[in-house]
Every structure is written in structure tokens, then in C-alpha cells.
């Protein structure tokens, strides 16, 4: 059994910046393709980053990139992301997500790549 816990999440003024935690149980997480998507009231999950087993290979989202930032210790089964310079429309239920097995000539960015889901952290940006 997989579980993904997110934390991190709060209220923050925009312009500010906020760091999510995801840890994962499972012997197997270094092999994982880990990725982060979040889903404001009334729309859709959408993808936010993602970062292949070796952290090598790094995603984003365009509404993201040069503000946030992804990164992985395997050593701790944890996934970070670190979000900077927030927007107001940053604010959404952020998710971390697990794809076991390869990614090559997957769309990591699409929701149904990714068997194991978090429960989510809320974050908020105020004006």
C-alpha cells in the first residue's frame, strides 16, 4: 500500500512564498515518477510539476515556471515543492501524485498517468 501526505500548505500574502512536503511510504518510492497538480474551486485538476525516479528530468507547468521548484530526497521519501513569488491564482488544493513505472512516451502532466494520490494542502494567497 502507497500513501502520499502532503503538508506545507497555509495562507500567504502574494508575492510570498510557501514550501510543500509530500512523504510517501513504500520501499519502492525512488523508483516513482513523483508529480504535483492542484485544483481551484470549481476547476479542474491541473498538472503543477513533476520530476522523473533519478530527479533528473523535471517538469512545469508555464503558469509556474521561474516561481516554482521541484526536487526529491530519496533518502526520505519526500517530494518538495518550493513556490515562490505567489499569485493570487496560485490559491487551489495543491496534490501530490506517484506514477510507478517508466515515463518515456507517457504525458506526465495528465492526471491519469499517476496511480497514487494525497489527500491535498490548501494554499491560500491574499491580496
Known amino acids: 500500500q502507497v500513501q502520499l501526505v502532503e503538508s506545507g500548505g497555509g495562507l500567504v500574502q502574494a508575492g510570498g512564498s510557501l514550501r510543500l512536503s509530500c512523504v510517501v511510504s513504500g520501499r519502492t518510492f525512488s523508483s516513482y515518477t513523483m508529480g504535483w497538480f492542484r485544483q481551484a474551486p470549481g476547476k479542474e485538476r491541473e498538472f503543477v510539476s513533476a520530476?522523473?525516479?533519478?530527479?533528473?528530468?523535471?517538469y512545469y507547468a508555464d503558469s509556474v515556471k521561474g516561481r516554482f521548484s521541484i526536487s526529491r530526497d530519496n533518502a526520505k521519501n519526500t517530494v518538495i515543492l518550493q513556490m515562490s513569488s505567489l499569485k493570487l491564482e496560485d490559491t487551489a488544493a495543491y496534490y501530490c501524485a506517484a506514477r510507478v513505472g517508466s515515463t518515456m512516451g507517457r504525458d506526465i502532466s495528465s492526471r491519469s498517468e499517476y496511480e497514487y494520490w494525497g489527500q491535498g494542502t490548501q494554499v491560500t494567497v491574499s491580496s
Open positions: 520530476l522523473t525516479w533519478s530527479g533528473s528530468v523535471l
